[in-house]
T-cell receptor
């Protein structure tokens, strides 16, 4: 099993550019989440999804969009990148039938200049 | 709303010394509690978890944690620290039902010879 796969691993954007961070899981998990990690602030929830077609906002959703057309994929879109979005982004998935833990991808390090 | 507090931002211990990392949580019902470790440039790896039952849980790499409901705490311990334990440690609380996981701000562990 590959688990949770995030691409790309690194990305540099110019202010105002848009891009999509990809996240795919092969564990058939219903729940998927996006977090951003900033020094001294831990992991903060951006958006999450409880199943295909259902998404909701976390604590820091502004400037980000998500969609969930399939169980496997949960892409995160930056509409117009800003320097404040420079961060490390983690995707996670959790089983809905057996809540044991969150399985994380390796992260995407994004720099907005 | 659920929340997690890790009061120590940075801890330095000597190799071979014992370790205790503090975690306090706020949650309305019986929580699902986790400790994750993050090595530099890596994703998060689960160390241990508590759902119910025995309040002392054993994890990987020789770590253990004790759930104390009266103190709303879930402190992580290790009897003898190794240099390879240097990393950042995150405590997290989970809510069953929609599998939302809230993380603390992390404690960075430095191990000195």
């Amino acid at each position: 099993n590959a688990g949770v796969t995030q691409t790309p691993k690194f990305q540099v954007l110019k202010t105002g550019q848009s891009m999509t961070l990809q996240c795919a899981q092969d564990m058939n998990h219903e729940y998927m989440s996006w977090y951003r990690q900033d020094p001294g602030m831990g992991l903060r929830l951006i958006h999450y999804s409880v199943g295909a077609g259902i998404t909701d906002q976390g604590e820091v959703p502004n400037g980000y969009n998500v969609s969930r057309s399939t169980t496997e994929d949960f892409p995160l879109r930056l509409l117009s990148a800003a320097p404040s979005q420079t961060s490390v982004y983690f995707c996670a998935s959790i089983s809905s039938t057996r809540f044991t833990e969150a399985f994380f991808g390796q992260g995407t390090r994004l720099t907005v200049v | 709303a659920q929340s997690v507090t890790q009061p120590d931002i940075h801890i330095t211990v000597s190799e071979g010394a014992s370790l205790e990392l503090r975690c306090n949580y706020s949650y309305g019902a019986t929580p699902y509690l986790f400790w994750y470790v993050q090595s530099p440039g890596q994703g998060l790896q689960l160390l241990l978890k508590y759902f119910s039952g025995d309040t002392l849980v054993q994890g990987i790499k020789g770590f253990e944690a004790e759930f104390k409901r009266s103190q709303s705490s879930f402190n992580l311990r290790k009897p003898s620290v190794h240099w390879s334990d240097a990393a950042e440690y995150f405590c997290a609380v989970g809510a069953i039902g929609y599998q939302k996981v809230t993380f603390g701000t992390g404690t960075k562990l430095q191990v000195i010879p």
